[in-house]
């Protein structure tokens, strides 16, 4: 596995990051390659994705989830096996920094050789740089959810709260 870590300083609040995160679904808006995320409940998603003509699906499970300070994930089926962390660190009221690391194996020759290349971490900073931007012109995020998420939970309470 190849771990990949970026961080970005955002010029809103610590909630506003973090609200704008959890809205899985507007993640192509800002990632690069991600082409549709559909949210399936509270801890699952599905994702379709198309990287140098290679589309993939998989599912992801929220494994971990605590309001404007983290959000952890692993794949649980399809074709990417990965796992990750978003963490929100308050800097000031007006300032957060917020770290993604992520472990990605990747499966296909195509994704062999852009990890080998580089071209994973450089995806992975560049979409950082677009959630900053995104959440920045935004000025307030499109949605919310505030639920708590734990290990070896079966749910998350509450649901998404769109603004």
Known sequence: MS?????????VPVHTAYNQWTQFEEFPNFMEGVEEVRQLDDRHNHWTTKISGVRREFDTEIVDQL????????TTSGDVNQRGSVRFERVD???????????????????????????????????????KQYIEERGT??????????????????GPTPL
Do not use: N
């Open 141 to 158: 995020e499109s949605g919310a959810w505030r639920g708590r998420i734990q290990p070896g939970g079966t749910g998350g309470t509450g």
């Open 67 to 74: 309001a404007d300070e983290r959000v952890t994930w692993r």
């Open 93 to 131: 009221d007006t300032h957060t920094r917020v770290e993604l690391v992520m472990d990605i194996e990747p499966s296909g020759a195509a994704e062999k050789a852009a990890d080998m290349t580089g071209t994973i971490d450089r995806r992975v900073k560049g979409d950082m740089k677009r959630f």
């Open 3 to 11: 771990t990949v870590k970026e961080t970005v300083e955002v010029d």
